[in-house]
């Protein structure tokens, strides 16, 4: 006889309560246990997964259903099912707690995570439903100029495409510049925290308090500063996207993207069941729908990256600094950018968010961009010079990197666009990573020496 699928509703009610009380055990730890554990129990490991450890990868695409109640139960989302794999599947469910609960650390907030193909990938899909076209209004949004060269690309050029204009704030750090361009048609506000490559932050209270007066949200990419340093849904903002492929997956052998979205999101022109939980609407529906998902495969690997992720972040952001040191007093060094130095412009609103997490101290990251003193052959041959820092378009790697942006990241975005960012041709971005500051600091200065 069959069971009904009212059972099965039954039965995952149950697991569920269950489920949201070892929640709330592990949303009391510290960060690091958070980061190490995630929602993967011991429990969990000794009744359903042999015992392993380490969280398993499930590889299949698809799950077997128990009898024909529970297959209706689980496709008509009346049940949580890993029913196929472009939806859920553990593997990638651990890495999406394990963000939700990083993100929203420290706080009582609750968040969604949603895990995707790439960095791009988030931002594309976390702001999708936020431009649909309502009736026949016009769209537009208000972004920072100062963004990653994709995103600038993804706004400048494929949003104008469908009829969704970008409106460019140049100094994100000027409250007015934001709110000067916002009127009834603004769907969302955008920035980057610090931005790649030339680290702009802005007053991440104010600026989500500027979007809730006008009901709409503010999304940041928070890519570079990691949850270990910055956790802006406690500071206001309403969504977080990540390129995990960068600083969270630093060992640099996977492509992958987040999204965390807070619970209650503000934004006018959505329904009350798209704010709510509006990560998890984005997964069960247009994500489904388009697909760009993340393979189990990635998910272990930024699994296994994130249990160090605080470790990490601060050995990194401390190698920066002698770094930093080292650059601003060489001679051949015209000018070097990092958050950390007291007389950057915006030392003091980044000093304001970014510090390690569980304790009191101010890491400002891995990443400072500099300009050397000649010529853009100069640079080039300083560039050229690098023994043991790599010539990639990359960052936030164990191994330090350094890139020109101009012919690089941010060279498809043409001068005029470059130079709306703030990005001149020789200016170089470093990235350090987990060697001895020491060998890195001897190998910029035997290149700056050529
Ligand atoms: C700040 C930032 N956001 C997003 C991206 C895009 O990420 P992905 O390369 O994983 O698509 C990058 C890539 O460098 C980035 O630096």
Known sequence: MSKGVSHYIEQAKVAAAKRMAHRKTVKSWK????????????????NTTCGSIAEPIFTSTSQAFRDSDEMEAGLSYQIPAWA????????????????????????????????????????????????????????????????????????????????????WVKEPGNLDAWEEQIDENTRFLYAEMPSNPQQSCIDIEKVAELAHKHNIPLVLDTTISTPALLRPLTNGADIVVHSLTKTIGSSGSSLGGAIVARHNITAHYLDEDQKKDYALWLKLLPFRDSGPCMTPYSAYFFLT??????????????????????????????????????????????????????????????????????????????????????????????????????????????????????????????????????????????????
């Open 305 to 450: 990256e994130i249990k160090t992720l605080r470790t990490k972040m601060a050995q990194y952001s401390r190698n920066m600094e002698k770094v930093v040191e080292f650059l601003n007093n060489h001679p051949k060094v015209e000018k070097v950018d990092y958050l950390g130095l007291q007389d950057h412009p915006l030392h003091g609103v980044a000093k304001k968010y970014m510090r390690l997490a569980d304790s009191d101290e101010n890491l400002y990251g891995h990443l400072c961009s500099f300009i050397v003193n000649g010529s853009v052959e100069d640079t080039r041959r300083f560039f050229d010079n690098l023994k043991i820092i790599a010539r990639a378009t990359d960052l936030g790697r164990v191994k330090s990197i350094a890139t020109i942006p101009s012919i690089s990241t941010h060279q498809q975005q043409g001068e005029e666009g470059r130079e709306m960012a703030g990005i001149p041709p020789n200016m170089v971005r470093l990235c350090v990573g987990g060697e001895d500051p020491t060998d890195i600091i001897n190998d910029l200065d035997q290149a700056l020496k050529a």
């Open 84 to 167: 196929y794999s472009r939806i859920h599947n553990p593997t990638i469910f651990y890495l999406e707690e394990t963000l939700a609960l990083l993100e929203t650390y420290g706080s009582d907030l609750d968040a969604t995570g949603l895990c995707t193909s790439s960095g791009m990938s988030a931002i594309k899909q976390a702001i999708e439903p936020l431009v649909a076209q309502i009736g026949n209004k016009p769209v537009n949004f208000v972004t920072s100029t100062q963004v990653y060269g994709g995103t600038f690309q993804l706004f400048s050029v494929r949003m104008p495409e469908r009829g969704v204009e970008p409106r």
């Open 31 to 46: 960060f690091d246990t958070i980061a190490v554990h995630g929602m993967y129990s011991l429990e969990e490991a000794i």
